[in-house]
Protein backbone atom coordinates (compact mmCIF):
# COMPACT_ATOMS: atom_id res chain seq x y z
CA UNK A 1 0.00 0.00 0.00
CA UNK A 2 2.91 2.06 0.64
CA UNK A 3 3.74 1.86 -2.74
CA UNK A 4 0.69 2.60 -4.68
CA UNK A 5 -0.14 5.87 -1.98
CA UNK A 6 3.26 7.18 -2.64
CA UNK A 7 2.10 8.95 -5.76
CA UNK A 8 -1.21 10.04 -4.37
CA UNK A 9 0.68 11.25 -1.29
CA UNK A 10 3.44 13.12 -3.11
CA UNK A 11 0.74 14.57 -5.34
CA UNK A 12 -1.04 15.64 -2.80
CA UNK A 13 1.80 17.30 -1.02
CA UNK A 14 3.03 19.16 -4.01
CA UNK A 15 -0.09 20.71 -4.24
CA UNK A 16 0.00 21.55 -0.83
CA UNK A 17 3.43 22.84 -1.03
CA UNK A 18 2.29 24.49 -4.30
CA UNK A 19 -0.33 26.26 -1.98
CA UNK A 20 1.93 27.02 0.68
CA UNK A 21 4.26 28.59 -2.03
CA UNK A 22 1.75 30.68 -3.38
CA UNK A 23 0.01 32.02 0.10
CA UNK A 24 4.01 32.85 0.66
CA UNK A 25 4.54 34.58 -1.81
CA UNK A 26 0.85 36.10 -2.06
CA UNK A 27 1.57 37.60 1.23
CA UNK A 28 5.02 38.80 0.70
CA UNK A 29 3.72 40.43 -2.39
CA UNK A 30 0.89 41.66 0.40
CA UNK A 31 3.48 43.05 2.52
CA UNK A 32 5.17 44.38 -0.29
CA UNK A 33 2.17 46.24 -1.18
CA UNK A 34 1.84 47.29 3.00
CA UNK A 35 5.16 48.49 2.82
CA UNK A 36 4.72 50.80 -0.08
CA UNK A 37 1.77 52.17 1.47
CA UNK A 38 3.18 53.03 4.21
CA UNK A 39 5.95 54.75 2.88
CA UNK A 40 3.74 56.74 1.05
CA UNK A 41 1.81 57.54 4.26
CA UNK A 42 5.19 57.98 6.01
CA UNK A 43 6.03 60.65 2.85
CA UNK A 44 2.33 62.23 3.16
CA UNK A 45 2.99 62.98 6.81
CA UNK A 46 6.61 64.26 6.09
CA UNK A 47 4.81 66.76 3.61
CA UNK A 48 2.15 67.71 6.14
CA UNK A 49 4.61 68.39 9.17
CA UNK A 50 6.73 70.65 5.89
CA UNK A 51 2.91 72.23 4.82
CA UNK A 52 2.13 72.69 8.67
CA UNK A 53 5.57 74.48 9.44
CA UNK A 54 5.04 76.46 6.18
CA UNK A 55 1.74 77.81 7.07
CA UNK A 56 3.00 78.62 10.60
CA UNK A 57 5.35 80.44 9.23
CA UNK A 58 3.52 82.44 7.16
CA UNK A 59 0.87 83.11 9.50
CA UNK A 60 3.48 84.67 12.11
CA UNK A 61 4.86 86.70 9.63
CA UNK A 62 1.44 87.70 8.18
CA UNK A 63 0.93 88.47 12.19
CA UNK A 64 3.84 90.50 12.27
CA UNK A 65 3.05 92.62 9.20
CA UNK A 66 -0.71 93.26 10.87
CA UNK A 67 1.01 94.21 13.55
CA UNK A 68 3.42 96.67 12.14
CA UNK A 69 0.62 98.38 10.76
CA UNK A 70 -1.70 98.58 13.47
CA UNK A 71 1.52 100.16 15.06
CA UNK A 72 1.65 102.36 12.59
CA UNK A 73 -1.51 103.06 12.74
CA UNK A 74 -1.73 103.79 16.42
CA UNK A 75 1.65 105.90 15.83
CA UNK A 76 -0.35 108.14 13.40
CA UNK A 77 -3.39 108.14 15.60
CA UNK A 78 -1.25 109.57 18.60
CA UNK A 79 0.51 112.33 16.60
CA UNK A 80 -2.89 113.46 15.34
CA UNK A 81 -4.30 113.39 18.39
CA UNK A 82 -1.04 115.11 20.00
CA UNK A 83 -1.55 117.95 16.96
CA UNK A 84 -5.20 118.37 17.80
CA UNK A 85 -4.45 118.63 21.29
CA UNK A 86 -1.98 121.48 20.59
CA UNK A 87 -4.47 123.33 18.17
CA UNK A 88 -7.36 123.37 21.06
CA UNK A 89 -4.60 124.20 23.85
CA UNK A 90 -3.25 127.26 21.62
CA UNK A 91 -6.87 128.02 20.82
CA UNK A 92 -7.57 128.40 24.07
CA UNK A 93 -4.94 130.04 25.19
CA UNK A 94 -5.21 132.76 22.59
CA UNK A 95 -9.06 132.89 23.52
CA UNK A 96 -8.19 133.58 27.29
CA UNK A 97 -5.36 135.77 26.00
CA UNK A 98 -7.92 137.90 24.27
CA UNK A 99 -10.59 137.80 27.04
CA UNK A 100 -7.50 139.13 29.83
CA UNK A 101 -7.06 142.34 27.57
CA UNK A 102 -10.70 142.79 26.52
CA UNK A 103 -10.98 142.86 30.86
CA UNK A 104 -7.67 144.29 31.05
CA UNK A 105 -9.15 147.38 28.72
CA UNK A 106 -12.69 147.44 30.27
CA UNK A 107 -10.70 147.77 33.89
CA UNK A 108 -8.52 150.45 32.66
CA UNK A 109 -11.13 152.76 30.82
CA UNK A 110 -13.51 152.19 33.64
CA UNK A 111 -10.23 153.30 36.49
CA UNK A 112 -9.74 156.19 34.04
CA UNK A 113 -13.01 157.48 34.00
CA UNK A 114 -13.13 157.76 38.12
CA UNK A 115 -9.55 158.84 38.42
CA UNK A 116 -9.95 161.63 35.55
CA UNK A 117 -13.07 164.09 37.09
CA UNK A 118 -12.25 167.07 35.17
CA UNK A 119 -14.12 170.28 36.22
CA UNK A 120 -14.84 173.22 33.67
CA UNK A 121 -11.82 175.26 35.00
CA UNK A 122 -9.46 172.64 34.46
CA UNK A 123 -10.86 171.98 31.08
CA UNK A 124 -10.10 175.53 29.89
CA UNK A 125 -6.57 175.72 31.13
CA UNK A 126 -5.83 172.26 29.28
CA UNK A 127 -7.03 172.87 25.91
CA UNK A 128 -5.80 176.44 26.23
CA UNK A 129 -2.32 174.78 26.62
CA UNK A 130 -2.77 172.96 23.95
CA UNK A 131 -3.42 175.56 21.54
CA UNK A 132 -0.67 177.61 22.78
CA UNK A 133 1.40 174.90 22.26
CA UNK A 134 1.29 174.68 18.74
CA UNK A 135 3.74 177.34 18.99
CA UNK A 136 2.60 179.77 15.86
CA UNK A 137 0.93 182.97 17.22
CA UNK A 138 -1.50 183.43 14.29
CA UNK A 139 -2.80 179.70 14.43
CA UNK A 140 -2.44 180.35 17.95
CA UNK A 141 -4.13 183.73 18.01
CA UNK A 142 -6.77 182.87 15.94
CA UNK A 143 -8.28 179.45 16.85
CA UNK A 144 -7.62 180.72 20.67
CA UNK A 145 -10.41 183.01 20.55
CA UNK A 146 -12.59 180.92 19.37
CA UNK A 147 -11.83 177.58 21.45
CA UNK A 148 -11.77 180.01 24.44
CA UNK A 149 -15.70 180.72 23.62
CA UNK A 150 -16.43 177.26 22.80
CA UNK A 151 -15.33 176.04 25.76
CA UNK A 152 -16.82 179.11 27.55
CA UNK A 153 -20.16 177.65 26.03
CA UNK A 154 -19.00 174.18 27.53
Do not use: C, Y
Request: aromatic share 6%.
Amino acid sequence: MFWKGWPLLTAAFEAHSRSIRRAIDEAQHLSDDARKRLAEVERRWAQLDFQIAAIRAHAEAQMKNEEQILSLGTTEDVRHIRESAKFEIDRAAQQARHELKASAAVLAVSLARQSIRIDERSDRELVQGFIEGLGHDEIGSSISQPATRAIANV
